[in-house]
């Protein structure tokens, strides 16, 4: 049975199938619902069978999900914001010898501040997003974000810096549910043309994953040839500029051995990539700096409880130990080596389906 809301909420709609989903699900138990689609960049970056989420095409395709609906639907443009927060950080992070997840600082800068503003001034109380992760709320009214029941979809590790006014603020309407559940509402609800769309992979605003080329097209100062070095420091090979490598790379490296080899090492400061072997890539810890704590009790905690951590959205959860110390950096330590920690990706803390946290790794 249909109960009327008072509550009016926002729908970040993308164009694709969970956003879409949410707002069928929203307007069912009877909220006043609108539908906002962030503009970004001022071209249309979508290229033949890559899936992009911000593209012309998907606010066009967004607003006929709404057109459909009966609902109100509004155009954001953050574009300026993102090439700042956006953009800008991710050129600045790769010529700085890391590799930078764009879609973290996407999500809480774009979506959970800049847009909750914007829909706040359009009378909502809540924004909504096809995330696939979930919200709750204990008896003390502390909030708590948790990985979504569909692990193989559960998108809790790029949501880490969200803060308990975020999440007063936020739905995931599909956090409940598997993907083919979320079709299934699609297709039932008469949106056959969505409900079989391919999920969003890549990043936006570079579809054809050549970063080192978009990063070129950025930044004048990017082409600084430089040595690659063994990790006794002997120069083994040339490069054409540290932003064409990561951490773990092991192909086009330009260089040859009998032996495979990979990056261990990105020296911004001296313009120089160190290779090793596989087990050079190995780790047992990290520091992250500027730690985000969803619920800021957990940092006297910390040390008290079970936690395991994920070091790439694509990782498993690792089982360790976590410190808080005095400036505010948190430590993990693993209970066994890992591969390919690398400077740039996020480290997020779990205990359990919990998310704790997380930071930049250092």
Same mark, same amino acid.
């Given at each position: 049975?249909?109960?009327?809301?008072?509550?009016?909420?926002?729908?970040? %709609?993308?164009?694709?199938?969970?956003?879409?989903? !949410?707002?069928?699900?929203?307007?069912?138990?009877?909220?006043?619902?609108?539908?906002? &689609?962030?503009?970004?960049?001022?071209?249309?970056?979508?290229?033949? =069978?890559?899936?992009?989420?911000?593209?012309?095409?998907?606010?066009?395709?967004?607003?006929?999900?709404?057109?459909?609906?009966? #609902?109100?639907?509004?155009? /954001?443009?953050?574009?300026?914001? *993102?090439?700042?927060?956006?953009?800008?950080?991710?050129?600045?992070?790769?010529?700085?010898?890391?590799?930078?997840?764009? !879609?973290?600082?996407?999500? !809480?800068?774009?979506?959970?501040?800049?847009?909750?503003?914007?829909?706040?001034?359009?009378?909502?109380?809540?924004?909504?997003?096809?995330?696939?992760?979930?919200?709750?709320?204990?008896?003390?009214?502390?909030?708590?974000?948790? +990985?979504?029941?569909?692990?193989?979809?559960?998108?809790?590790?790029?949501?880490?810096?969200? =803060?308990?006014?975020?999440?007063?603020?936020?739905?995931?309407?599909? $956090?409940? %549910?598997?993907? %083919?559940?979320?079709?299934?509402?699609?297709?039932?609800?008469? *949106?056959?043309?969505?409900? $079989?769309?391919?999920?969003?992979?890549?990043? !936006? *605003? /570079?579809?054809?994953?050549?970063?080192?080329?978009?990063?070129?097209?950025?930044?004048?100062?990017?082409?600084?040839?430089?040595?690659?070095?063994?990790?006794?420091?002997?120069?083994?090979?040339?490069?054409?500029?540290?932003?064409?490598?990561?951490?773990?790379?092991?192909? +086009?490296?330009?260089?040859? &051995?009998?032996?495979?080899?990979?990056?261990?090492?990105?020296?911004?400061?001296?313009?120089?990539?160190?290779?090793?072997? #596989?087990?050079?890539? %190995?780790?047992?810890?990290?520091?992250?700096?500027?730690?985000?704590?969803?619920?800021?009790?957990?940092?006297?905690?910390?040390?008290?409880?079970?936690?395991?951590?994920?070091?790439?959205?694509?990782?498993?959860?690792?089982?360790?130990?976590?410190?808080?110390?005095?400036?505010?950096? /948190?430590?993990?330590?693993?209970?066994?080596?890992? +591969? *390919?920690?690398?400077?740039?990706?996020?480290? /997020?803390?779990? &205990?359990?389906?919990?998310? #704790? $946290? $997380?930071?930049?790794?250092?």
């Amino acid at each position: 049975m249909l109960i009327k809301s008072n509550k009016t909420v926002a729908v970040a %709609m993308s164009g694709g199938v969970d956003s879409s989903v !949410c707002a069928i699900i929203l307007k069912k138990k009877g909220y006043s619902v609108i539908g906002v &689609s962030m503009h970004l960049v001022s071209e249309d970056t979508s290229s033949g =069978s890559l899936k992009t989420c911000c593209s012309t095409d998907d606010i066009i395709s967004a607003k006929r999900v709404c057109v459909k609906l009966g #609902i109100p639907h509004f155009v /954001v443009n953050l574009e300026q914001e *993102f090439k700042t927060e956006v953009i800008d950080r991710f050129v600045m992070e790769y010529l700085d010898g890391k590799t930078p997840n764009p !879609c973290i600082v996407c999500n !809480c800068v774009m979506k959970f501040d800049l847009l909750i503003k914007r829909t706040k001034e359009l009378g909502a109380d809540f924004l909504a997003t096809g995330h696939y992760a979930r919200i709750t709320q204990d008896t003390a009214g502390r909030y708590f974000l948790l +990985k979504s029941k569909d692990l193989s979809k559960d998108q809790s590790y790029v949501l880490y810096g969200l =803060s308990q006014e975020n999440l007063k603020n936020i739905m995931f309407p599909v $956090g409940n %549910m598997n993907k %083919m559940q979320t079709r299934r509402i699609a297709s039932d609800a008469g *949106f056959t043309d969505i409900s $079989g769309k391919k999920d969003s992979v890549e990043i !936006c *605003f /570079v579809p054809d994953k050549d970063y080192a080329g978009f990063i070129k097209k950025q930044s004048a100062v990017c082409l600084k040839k430089g040595f690659i070095k063994n990790l006794k420091g002997e120069i083994i090979g040339e490069h054409g500029g540290i932003f064409n490598y990561t951490v773990g790379q092991r192909k +086009k490296l330009g260089v040859s &051995s009998k032996n495979p080899l990979y990056v261990v090492k990105i020296s911004a400061e001296n313009n120089e990539i160190f290779v090793g072997g #596989i087990e050079d890539c %190995m780790s047992d810890s990290l520091t992250v700096k500027n730690f985000n704590f969803i619920n800021p009790e957990y940092k006297n905690l910390l040390e008290k409880i079970k936690t395991s951590a994920k070091i790439r959205y694509s990782s498993p959860d690792y089982t360790c130990k976590a410190r808080v110390f005095e400036d505010g950096s /948190v430590k993990i330590k693993f209970g066994e080596k890992v +591969k *390919f920690i690398t400077p740039g990706q996020s480290a /997020v803390l779990y &205990s359990g389906i919990k998310v #704790i $946290g $997380g930071g930049i790794i250092e």
